[in-house]
């Protein structure tokens, strides 16, 4: 149980302690890597998170149930994803894609968390709406860059709209920069038709403007993308 496996080594327990109604156990395992044992309480009810090396492994119930599987993980947060007043699980790994990740939600009636499928960036709730956008990397030192409006419907991410922005100042002549928003015609084969072309610069003239423009123009224009 300790590691969430079944390859744990012999172990020597070196501190325990309670922090916050958090008992935190620290553990040396003889190939040095470095195990720590978090029982959180999380929505009520507790939890055995395992940290190795100070990174995130995995997460079981108290009744030894895997919720979160071992994996290379650098770190988890609980935190309310849907805003339904319960935390949820969002995992992030090693990558570079920064905000690259798994999301678990919490599902209330079973009380236990499960993931969300097709999901695997840190999503982003439109408030008093059902949609979600996410952002990610597009190329060309992140001046190129994506964007989705999405939905969860039976615990999987159903995509709505996709902005690409092309900010790129290479070749522009040859790539010009240019803001395309689309409408997600098909969510199974994520097939998109084109909806509208903005000029990059008149919306986006410094770096830290993208991420403005994509939180305002997915609030004020969520309604169009209705299916």
Known sequence: MTACNSKSTEKTIEK????NSTIQTKVQRQDSVD?????????????????????????????????VKEDHYSEAKFLDINNDGYKDIRVFG???????????????????????????LDITKIEGTDFFYSYERGGCGDLNW?????KIENYRLVNYGYIHGQGCDFEI?????IIEIYKVSNSDTDEKKLFKKLPYQKHIKE????????????????????R
């Open 16 to 19: 325990i302690s309670a922090v």
């Open 207 to 226: 770096f830290r403007d993208k991420w403005t423009f994509i939180e305002n123009y997915w609030t004020r224009s969520y309604k169009t993308f209705e």
């Open 94 to 120: 090693f990558t570079n894609t920064p905000n690259q990740c798994v999301n678990y939600l919490y599902d209330k009636k079973t009380q236990t968390f499960k993931l969300i499928d097709n999901c695997y």
């Open 173 to 177: 002549e040859k790539y010009p920069q």
């Open 146 to 150: 994506e964007s989705y409006l999405s």
């Open 35 to 67: 195990i720590k044992i978090d029982i959180l309480k999380i929505n009520n009810q507790q939890y055995i998170q395992t940290l190795k090396d100070r990174n995130f492994s995995c997460l079981l119930s108290i009744k030894g149930d895997t919720i």
